[in-house]
């Protein structure tokens, strides 16, 4: 339609107002439409209004439905794209979210991804349009007159030129900016989720003015793209400028020889205009791409990251568990010269309760970790029912295993979904009766609206001990046959401890536990306790035989026996 539009312009100036023939394909339209080669002026006149009037309906209905196509075609890729990033990162192994800020991961899910959704929604489109409208407007001059397409032609390449010599530069300042953005929303979620440790020792005004040094620097940093961004503008439109007025030189002379008409003329700097605007548009939407580029290459990094524990090839479904857990020399380390484990060696029955104990930094919480596959051991082997755990899916695997942190985690809804979160589709009637196991339904039947009573983030509307709780009935809705404990009732009062602990008996019977614990008081009744020190077993028996073995373990119970 764009190449349609200047022809009834031009026939108007031709043979309305000038003297000039109908053109062959135009009188033998008007041959075949109203049986005569020819019109009276008026009449022609009118056509050739008309003609402007449908041919501007038909662009705008095109309009219309490509902006819509491109716009829809943007937004499922984005979706597509959002949930594959967020499946990924969800299967990414524990060391790399460890190792990577919430924050910066959050923006590359949202900002990041927006900036793509952009250039799909919009670049992609100007981009496809702007090409077939220059190809098509040489196309056309070049079968007029090829000394006027040349003319065009040759603005073209400089135009290209000119943006992309701003091309690499604007696209290493956007990949800065969207880094430091990133930083700054990692930032932002760190300081926000430990307001009340910021507000407790009074350093709101530090962090505020921490903050407002690093968001300085993104300010710097989009600056600078702005500069490009501005330097850019005016030139493109400055060649084209020069392109239009040796056009419009060069016709007029000719015109002025009669070699051309004046429709002529106007056909050509209306077709100039044409190719200008969309050259223009290429040259700027280097910029485009050049953000989208840059958010690309952060989402395509996180994409690249493989797994450090993955499902291996012919990996098969676990069975149902009994939960004999076994460890054969296992050395562990989160890297490879500091070994955390060293040569451990355990067998369990099932349904034996295994405590670990011992000092910080020992090696007890990794070596929990290492039954679920959270990581895998540099040498050795974890085998359940005397099957080596990767042999089974990762999936399969933990959906035997039930998991009770130290810190609880709760998520944003009500204490009913986070109960049935440890088993999706569990009935109400499921979630009733873990509930009362875990000694939950006793503060829950208090409150206002029961089980629909929503929690804050992260759970910050309960307290610890009911947090523990919750996590406790999750695990029990579970029914998984093997149970770990890292630290159950660590940081709990006395009476919190006592509920924990009571909900925690019914939890264990008949389950294989591996419990972590640093009062020994709760481990007491443990099958086989074992002692790490500096990552290796320094000792293991039953509560009474390590007692009588006057060794590490009992020189803690002392020095706790004696705190107490």
């Known amino acids: 339609m764009d190449l349609l539009g200047p022809w009834p312009l031009k026939i108007i100036f031709d043979s309305v107002l000038g003297k000039r023939d109908l053109p062959a394909p135009i009188t033998h339209l008007l041959r075949l439409t109203f049986g005569t080669p020819t019109l009276a002026k008026q009449d022609l006149l009118n056509l050739m209004i008309a003609t402007m009037l449908v041919v501007a309906l038909i662009d705008a209905l095109f309009t219309f439905i490509g902006g819509l196509l491109t716009r829809s075609i943007g937004q499922r890729v984005i979706y597509e794209l959002r949930v594959r990033i967020f499946d990924h990162i969800q299967r990414l192994s524990l060391s790399f979210h460890k190792n990577s800020r919430v924050g910066d991961l959050s923006a590359r899910l949202t900002s990041d991804i927006q ?15 702007n090409i077939l409208t220059v190809v098509g407007v040489l196309t056309v001059v070049a079968f007029i007159d090829w000394h006027f397409a040349l003319m065009m032609l040759a603005a073209t390449p400089l135009l290209l030129l000119v943006g992309n010599s701003y091309r690499r530069r604007i696209r290493q300042a956007s990949r800065k900016v969207r880094v430091i953005e990133g930083q700054v929303g990692a930032t932002a979620q760190e300081k926000i989720s430990a307001i009340q440790v910021v507000q407790a020792f009074a350093n709101e005004d530090e962090e505020a003015e921490m903050f407002a040094q690093q968001t300085r620097k993104s300010l710097d940093a989009g600056l600078a793209v702005s500069w490009l961004q501005s330097e850019l503008s005016p ?3 400055l060649v084209g400028v020069m392109t239009l007025a040796a056009i419009v030189w060069l016709g007029a002379r000719e015109a002025l020889t009669h070699q051309i008409t004046l429709g002529d003329l106007l056909l050509f700097t209306t077709y100039l205009r044409s190719i200008l605007s969309p050259v223009r548009q290429l040259s700027k939407l280097s910029s485009q791409f050049s953000k989208s580029d840059a958010s690309a290459e952060r989402i395509q990094e996180v994409l690249d990251i493989e797994a450090d524990v993955r499902d291996l090839p ?3 479904a676990a069975p149902e568990l009994e939960g004999a857990v076994t460890i054969e020399g296992v050395w562990f380390g989160y890297h490879k010269d500091t070994p955390v484990l060293r040569d451990i060696w355990v067998k369990t029955s099932p349904g034996t309760m295994v405590a670990l104990v ?3 930094g020992s090696g007890k919480s990794t070596l929990l970790s290492l039954i679920p596959r959270f990581h895998d051991p540099q ?5 359940i029912d005397g099957v080596d755990v990767r042999r089974f899916t990762q999936r399969s695997l933990r959906d035997q295993i039930s998991l009770v942190l130290q810190e609880p985690v709760l998520f944003s809804g009500s204490i009913r979904d986070n109960i049935a979160y440890g088993r999706p589709g569990a009935s109400d009637v499921d979630v009733l009766r873990a509930a009362r196991a875990a000694n939950v339904h006793e503060f829950v039947s208090r409150l206002p609206n029961g089980y629909a009573t929503l929690v804050g983030e992260r759970g910050g509307t309960l307290s610890g001990g009911q947090r523990q709780r919750i996590s406790i009935a999750r695990a029990i809705v579970r029914d998984a046959p093997i149970l770990l404990l890292d630290e159950p009732t660590s940081g709990l009062d ?8 009571e909900a925690l008996r019914r939890l264990m019977k008949g389950r294989t536990t591996f419990v972590v ?4 008081s709760t481990i007491e009744r443990a ?5 790490l020190d500096k990552g290796a077993i320094r000792e293991s028996g039953t509560h009474h035989q390590l007692l009588q073995a006057g060794g590490l373990y009992a020189r803690l119970h002392s020095l706790q026996f004696s705190e107490r």
């Open 494 to 501: 006395a009476e919190s401890e006592a509920l924990v602990m």
């Open 379 to 383: 040498d050795g082997r974890v085998l």
């Open 235 to 237: 030139l493109v439109d």
């Open 527 to 531: 099958d086989l306790i074992l002692v």
């Open 314 to 316: 012919g990996a098969r």
């Open 115 to 129: 900036a793509i959704q952009d250039m799909v929604a919009t670049g992609l489109n100007s981009l496809i349009t």
């Open 517 to 520: 614990a640093h009062r020994l």
């Open 358 to 360: 011992g000092a910080t």
